[in-house]
């Protein structure tokens, strides 16, 4: 079964720093992997998503991230840290449902604060 | 703009009490989920509609019970709600052409007393 790892509970970084969102997948065959993001009170907004391809993808907000097979990880980066990036970010691992749609497992998300 | 409204936002209920969740969406998308995420978990998805067809994840308890009348509507029918069933309660659609994005709703925040 699939199983995505997100190691860092809480990261805290200061404005203008770089970004570096760690997650580790663990899936039988070709992973379709995304990165979504919880603001609070808000639903989940995705920020990008690897299928094949470029290993390295763009997103929305400047994220981008990095799916390297050999370490069954995909982590997510930003340059330069805003404090409108203060949320919860989920990894994800998508498996294609029977007659459409993906079921998404999750890892339970880390916590990103900004400091101005 | 097209979206995915989830009502209501919050939601108290007594322990064995039943309670429905709404989910509608405006962008005519196909399959409609739902995930249940409890402090501090993933979320976890409960089952699925593809169009009218129901398909339920081997773990959903059967307590959780859902409805789709419609393209546009999709319910969470919990019949008898535990302490355990306190939750955010995602709902998400995604269409058949692009199955890959799931769009998601604010989510139902489940208080069971």
């Known amino acids: 079964a699939q199983s995505v790892t997100q190691p860092d509970i809480h990261i805290t970084v200061s404005e203008g720093a770089s970004l570096e969102l760690r997650c580790n997948y663990s899936?039988?065959?070709?992973?379709?992997l995304f990165w979504y993001v919880q603001s609070p009170g808000q639903g989940l907004q995705l920020l990008l998503k690897?299928?094949?391809?470029?290993?390295l993808v763009q997103g929305i907000k400047g994220f981008e991230a990095e799916f390297k097979r050999s370490q069954s990880s995909f982590n997510l980066r930003k340059p330069s840290v805003h404090w409108s990036d203060a949320a919860e970010y989920f990894c994800a691992v998508g498996t294609i449902l029977t007659g459409g749609g993906n079921k998404l497992t999750f890892g339970t998300g880390t916590q990103l604060k900004v400091e101005l | 703009d097209a979206m995915v409204i989830q009502n209501p936002r919050y939601q108290v209920t007594q322990f064995g009490k039943p309670v429905t969740l709404s989910c509608s969406q405006t962008?005519?998308?196909?399959?409609m989920y739902w995930y249940q995420q409890k402090s501090s978990q993933a979320p976890k998805l409960l089952f699925h509609?593809?169009?009218?067809?129901?398909?339920n994840e081997a773990d959903t308890p059967d307590n959780f019970q859902s409805r789709r009348p419609n393209t546009s509507f999709c319910f969470l029918d919990i019949r008898s709600p535990g302490l355990g069933d306190a939750a955010m309660y995602l709902c998400?659609?995604?269409?058949?052409?692009?199955?890959?994005?799931?769009?998601f709703g604010p989510g139902t925040r489940l208080t069971v007393l």
């Open positions: 962008l005519n998308h196909n399959v």
């Open positions: 899936y039988g065959a070709t992973p379709y």
């Open positions: 509609y593809y169009d009218k067809d129901f398909n």
């Open positions: 998400a659609t995604s269409a058949r052409t692009s199955w890959h994005e799931q769009f």
């Open positions: 690897y299928f094949s391809g470029d290993t």
